[in-house]
């Protein structure tokens, strides 16, 4: 059974979906170390709609660089 097509399928999708909460679980702390007194709800709603992983590492690396919020949004909703 581990060997099935259907199986592995099961366990891709699972790493997937954990690489993309981490994902977004990274961008997150980074803006809110970075900007702890903004409501992120919003940008949480916006990047739970993202299923792109590559995209979701862009989005990391910008919120490493974001001079705000605002900006990052602005990125975010391109």
Known sequence: MQESPFYQLIIQKGIEQGAREM????????????????????VVNTLESILDIDHLTELHLTAIDTPSVEAFKQVLNR
């Not at 803006?31 to 709800?41: A, I, N, T, V």
């Open 23 to 42: 994902s977004i679980k990274n961008i997150l702390s980074v803006l809110s170390k970075r900007f702890p007194y903004y409501d992120l709800k919003p």
